[in-house]
């Protein structure tokens, strides 16, 4: 498995999601197409009832404010640092480590998000909160809190690129622990539900009563969602060979459309294809399995969709939306955490629609969860607006 | 660099907005873009050059584009389903950066980072790796805040008594092996009497060959870090060959982070 000394593996894996506290309740729900979306009540005038959303159970809040000890403030504010630190904790008991392990000391702590700590922050701005018991809202304290949980005292931020944020923190952490700055990273993305995101999407006319259903010929709507994926990153000379890694972080490639505000752009989706590829070494034809970016948007899946009809062909192509909604700026962390256990597993989790009602030539995963025993290279794509695009690749260590 | 006062009382623009200012942004969007947001316009519009495809951009900041999030808040509870769509694309954590890769037609690798007082340190940083790994020749690097009300809200919970001042700094970065640069990242011995307060310091280690007079050290006591990043750039191109300066950075949690960059003997 070695590539020299800057190979990068992940040992750890951690997720809060709609389905629940914990990776295996996300692997399960994922496996199972089993969909928890609720409609929301409208928060501000004029917006009609029964749009649909991801919420993080209530039971998976008190499971994470149990393993965190975070307190909030006042009421359930700051859910980006509850939800990021469930999950980072999650991973680091994954790869084997306790917080405050001497390994983790220098850790390089990076979190992706597109909306930080959006509820603290839209309570002050409601007038709901005074900011002096905010707890805080800077999209800082997020890593900060994590690297606090962790027992971190190494470089520590937040990266926002929107809908594309955690595949460029997963860049950011890779960059730091080639060059050397660190044996170990814990890396991630978190988005709280946010009112002034439903707001946006509202004036777009993206969001509705009916699922995402990506990739498919009658797709209509995002669904919003929230919650945090996080990987625990360590060079190959940091391993103990006390839990054998999940995979290899080949590549976190980024670039921008420079396009369109919201509108994604082919040749910079493509163009992002292409980068990813060649910093992981590989050709198109070496993709066993896509994580879609698929938003179930017109705009996304088609351009996507039409990248993946054309260039890979022999992909497995699926998309998580469609059963845990849209992450944010965390999608791309449970896109990620979703890759690594796929590879593990050998398999292949199914999109949340029906065969027949897949719109283009594609091979996706429907039905039910695919196996693949030869499974080797896998990509997750992230996209958002502003033309943001990151890709990440991972490898198979077996 | 562009510094300006924020504090002025609601829909006036603030003070020390430079007088092309409009005739290089104009005034398309206005209502939906915060004054972070069209400082960075301005800083990377005024620069002219021959602009390249693939353009790295890169943004340090602690709040970003908080006053447009907040007014799209406010705009939706006023005005309800009538609220133009419009407000969204202005009103993301990262707007700036993406509004400044669409005036640019910068298409390289793009962010937008928070690592509180570090941020200088941590932004260099992001840039120098972009440029070092070739996927872009050139890069624009920018640092600071605008502060709402509500980011002055956030930062004075933390620390009232540090003083914030809005601004933006702007450089154009270009590779090549001119300069050189180290970095550190560490957290200061809890029994340290800690006489550098959060902020940040820059000074020239050696003002290098040819060069007579050297900057006097600086230091700025405050949140935004566009000031120092301003100094440090600053006296890097006041260096000789062999001078090399340092920015050093300090959080209030104790963290510090620095650079050295060091200009090539000839």
Same mark, same amino acid.
């Given at each position: 498995?070695?590539?020299?000394?800057?190979s990068?593996?992940?040992?750890?894996?951690?997720?809060?999601?709609?389905?629940?506290?914990?990776?295996?309740r996300?692997?399960?729900?994922l496996?199972?197409?089993?969909a928890?979306?609720?409609?929301?009540?409208p928060?501000y005038?004029?917006?009609?009832?029964?749009?649909?959303?991801?919420?993080?159970?209530?039971?998976?809040?008190?499971?994470?404010?149990e393993?965190t000890?975070?307190?909030?403030s006042?009421?359930?504010?700051?859910?980006?640092?509850?939800?990021?630190?469930y999950a980072a904790?999650?991973a680091?008991?994954d790869?084997?480590f306790?917080?405050?392990h001497?390994?983790?000391?220098?850790?390089?702590?990076?979190?992706?998000?597109?909306?930080?700590?959006?509820?603290? $922050? *839209?309570?002050?701005? /409601? #007038?709901?909160c005074d900011? =002096?018991?905010?707890g &805080?809202?800077?999209? +800082? %304290?997020i890593?900060?809190?994590v690297?606090?949980a962790v027992?971190?005292?190494?470089p520590?931020f937040?990266?926002h690129?929107?809908?594309?944020?955690?595949?460029?923190a997963l860049?950011c952490a $890779? *960059?730091m622990?080639? /060059? #050397?700055v660190?044996?170990? =990273?814990?890396?991630? &993305?978190?988005?709280? +539900? %946010?009112e002034?995101?439903?707001?946006g999407f509202?004036?777009?006319?993206?969001i509705?009563?009916?699922?995402c259903?990506?990739f498919a010929?009658?797709?209509?709507?995002v669904?919003p969602?929230?919650?945090?994926?996080?990987?625990?990153?360590?060079?190959?000379?940091?391993?103990?060979?006390?839990?054998?890694? +999940?995979?290899?972080?080949?590549a976190?490639?980024?670039n921008?459309?420079a396009s369109?505000?919201t509108?994604?752009d082919?040749e910079?989706?493509?163009?992002?294809?292409?980068?990813?590829?060649?910093?992981a070494g590989?050709?198109?034809?070496?993709?066993?399995?896509i994580?879609?970016h698929?938003?179930?948007?017109?705009?996304n899946?088609s351009i996507e969709?039409?990248?993946f009809?054309?260039?890979y062909?022999q992909?497995a192509?699926?998309?998580?939306k469609?059963?845990v909604?849209?992450?944010?700026?965390?999608?791309?962390?449970?896109g990620a955490?979703?890759?690594?256990m796929?590879?593990?597993?050998?398999l292949v989790?199914?999109?949340?629609i029906?065969h027949?009602?897949?719109?283009?030539?594609?091979?996706?995963?429907?039905?039910a969860?695919r196996?693949?025993?030869?499974?080797?290279?896998?990509q997750?794509?992230?996209?958002g607006?502003?033309?943001?695009?990151?890709?990440?690749i991972?490898?198979?260590?077996? | 660099?562009?510094?300006?006062?924020q504090?002025q009382?609601?829909?006036?623009?603030?003070t020390?907005v430079p007088?092309?200012?409009?005739?290089?942004?104009?005034?398309?969007?206005?209502?939906?873009?915060?004054?972070f947001?069209?400082?960075?316009?301005y800083?990377?519009?005024?620069?002219e050059?021959?602009?390249?495809?693939g353009?790295?951009?890169i943004?340090?900041?602690?709040?970003?584009?908080?006053?447009?999030m907040?007014g799209l808040?406010?705009?939706?509870?006023?005005k309800?389903?009538?609220?133009?769509?419009q407000?969204?694309?202005?009103a993301l954590?990262?707007?700036?950066s993406?509004?400044?890769?669409?005036?640019?037609g910068?298409t390289?690798?793009n962010?937008?980072l928070?690592?509180?007082?570090?941020?200088?340190?941590v932004?260099?940083?992001?840039?120098?790796?972009?440029?070092?790994?070739g996927?872009s020749?050139?890069?624009?690097?920018?640092?600071g805040d605008?502060?709402?009300p509500?980011?002055?809200?956030?930062?004075?919970?933390?620390?009232a008594?540090l003083?914030?001042?809005?601004?933006?700094?702007?450089?154009?970065?270009?590779?090549g092996?001119?300069y050189?640069a180290?970095?550190d990242f560490?957290?200061?011995?809890t029994?340290?009497t800690?006489?550098f307060?959060?902020?940040g310091?820059?000074?020239?280690?050696?003002?290098?060959?040819?060069?007579?007079?050297?900057?006097?050290?600086?230091?700025?006591?405050?949140?935004n870090?566009?000031f120092i990043?301003?100094?440090?750039?600053r006296?890097?191109?006041?260096?000789?060959?062999?001078?090399?300066?340092?920015?050093?950075?300090?959080?209030?949690?104790?963290?510090?982070?620095?650079?050295?960059?060091t200009?090539?003997?000839?």
């Amino acid at each position: 498995m070695s590539r020299g000394p800057e190979s990068v593996f992940v040992t750890g894996l951690g997720a809060i999601s709609p389905a629940g506290a914990g990776k295996e309740r996300l692997w399960d729900d994922l496996c199972t197409t089993t969909a928890r979306f609720e409609e929301l009540k409208p928060i501000y005038p004029g917006m009609k009832p029964g749009i649909l959303s991801g919420r993080v159970p209530e039971s998976a809040r008190v499971r994470a404010q149990e393993l965190t000890g975070h307190r909030p403030s006042y009421g359930t504010a700051r859910s980006a640092s509850l939800f990021a630190e469930y999950a980072a904790l999650e991973a680091l008991g994954d790869a084997g480590f306790t917080p405050g392990h001497p390994a983790l000391r220098n850790a390089v702590v990076c979190v992706g998000s597109s909306d930080g700590q959006a509820d603290a $922050l *839209e309570d002050v701005v /409601a #007038g709901r909160c005074d900011p =002096a018991d905010s707890g &805080g809202y800077s999209s +800082y %304290s997020i890593s900060d809190d994590v690297a606090r949980a962790v027992g971190s005292v190494g470089p520590t931020f937040t990266v926002h690129n929107t809908c594309a944020s955690a595949n460029v923190a997963l860049s950011c952490a $890779l *960059e730091m622990l080639q /060059a #050397g700055v660190a044996d170990t =990273a814990v890396v991630g &993305g978190v988005d709280p +539900y %946010s009112e002034k995101n439903l707001i946006g999407f509202n004036t777009l006319q993206a969001i509705g009563p009916h699922a995402c259903r990506p990739f498919a010929k009658d797709r209509r709507y995002v669904t919003p969602s929230e919650g945090a994926g996080f990987l625990v990153l360590q060079t190959e000379r940091s391993l103990t060979g006390a839990r054998s890694p +999940y995979a290899e972080l080949l590549a976190s490639a980024v670039n921008n459309d420079a396009s369109h505000p919201t509108a994604p752009d082919p040749e910079g989706v493509a163009s992002c294809h292409r980068m990813a590829l060649a910093q992981a070494g590989l050709e198109e034809s070496d993709i066993d399995v896509i994580f879609a970016h698929g938003t179930g948007s017109r705009a996304n899946d088609s351009i996507e969709g039409a990248i993946f009809q054309e260039r890979y062909p022999q992909a497995a192509i699926t998309a998580i939306k469609g059963t845990v909604g849209h992450l944010m700026g965390a999608a791309g962390a449970v896109g990620a955490v979703a890759s690594c256990m796929a590879l593990e597993r050998r398999l292949v989790p199914p999109t949340n629609i029906g065969h027949e009602d897949v719109e283009l030539d594609i091979n996706l995963v429907t039905g039910a969860p695919r196996s693949l025993p030869g499974l080797r290279h896998v990509q997750n794509n992230a996209f958002g607006f502003g033309g943001n695009n990151a890709i990440s690749i991972f490898r198979s260590i077996t | 660099m562009c510094a300006v006062d924020q504090e002025q009382p609601p829909g006036e623009p603030p003070t020390g907005v430079p007088e092309d200012f409009h005739l290089v942004v104009g005034t398309a969007g206005d209502q939906f873009r915060d004054w972070f947001t069209r400082l960075c316009l301005y800083l990377v519009l005024q620069d002219e050059y021959e602009r390249e495809s693939g353009e790295t951009v890169i943004i340090g900041t602690e709040y970003g584009n908080f006053g447009a999030m907040a007014g799209l808040q406010r705009t939706a509870a006023a005005k309800g389903r009538l609220m133009s769509a419009q407000y969204f694309p202005n009103a993301l954590t990262s707007s700036a950066s993406a509004f400044v890769n669409l005036a640019i037609g910068a298409t390289g690798r793009n962010m937008t980072l928070n690592a509180a007082q570090l941020t200088p340190v941590v932004t260099l940083w992001q840039m120098l790796v972009a440029l070092g790994k070739g996927s872009s020749s050139t890069g624009h690097l920018l640092i600071g805040d605008v502060y709402s009300p509500e980011a002055l809200g956030d930062a004075r919970r933390e620390d009232a008594g540090l003083p914030c001042a809005s601004g933006v700094t702007h450089a154009r970065l270009s590779t090549g092996d001119d300069y050189s640069a180290s970095f550190d990242f560490w957290q200061e011995d809890t029994s340290s009497t800690g006489s550098f307060p959060a902020g940040g310091r820059a000074w020239v280690v050696a003002r290098g060959e040819g060069v007579v007079e050297t900057a006097e050290p600086k230091e700025h006591l405050g949140r935004n870090g566009a000031f120092i990043t301003a100094e440090f750039l600053r006296m890097l191109q006041g260096l000789g060959p062999g001078g090399s300066a340092v920015v050093e950075c300090r959080a209030t949690s104790g963290k510090r982070a620095s650079v050295t960059v060091t200009k090539r003997s000839s």
